[in-house]
Nanobody, 125 residues
Framework: EVQLVESGGGLVQAGGSLRLSCTAS????????IGWFRQAPGKEREFFSC????????YYADSVKGRFTTSSDNAKNTVYLQMNSLRPEDTAVYYC??????????????????WGQGTQVTVSS
């Protein structure tokens, strides 16, 4: 069974940075995709990034492009989300998820197999 454990959320001032970690256990194959979602109070969950371990493909929604970056440590089965230039509107619960694929040219509609527990990110103005 795949399990995803997130860490790294917290409170930061606008303009600051945070790095989220998503550590996967139970993944026995070499190619998987990790997606990042967030849900702000009163809003729908938003898919904004994904990463493919197999070919290193990445996708970023316009809302985070240029500010957020995904990387991985394959030895640790961990994917990182570096978040820079944070804004108050980035405040949300952030989730990583195992996805069927990360296709930068067609990022939407990919099935999610497993969710992390979520971590709160709060950006103060």
């Amino acid at each position: 069974e795949v399990q995803l454990v997130e860490s790294g959320g917290g409170l930061v001032q606008a303009g600051g940075s945070l790095r989220l970690s998503c550590t996967a256990s139970g993944l026995t194959f070499d190619d998987y995709a990790i997606g990042w979602f967030r849900q702000a109070p009163g809003k729908e969950r938003e898919f904004f990034s994904c990463f493919s371990k197999g070919d290193g493909s990445t996708y970023y929604a316009d809302s985070v492009k240029g500010r957020f970056t995904t990387s991985s440590d394959n030895a640790k089965n961990t994917v990182y989300l570096q978040m820079n230039s944070l804004r108050p509107e980035d405040t949300a619960v952030y989730y990583c998820a195992e996805m069927g694929a990360c296709i930068p040219t067609q990022p939407e509609g990919i099935p999610v197999y497993q969710w992390g527990q979520g971590t709160q990110v709060t950006v103060s103005s």
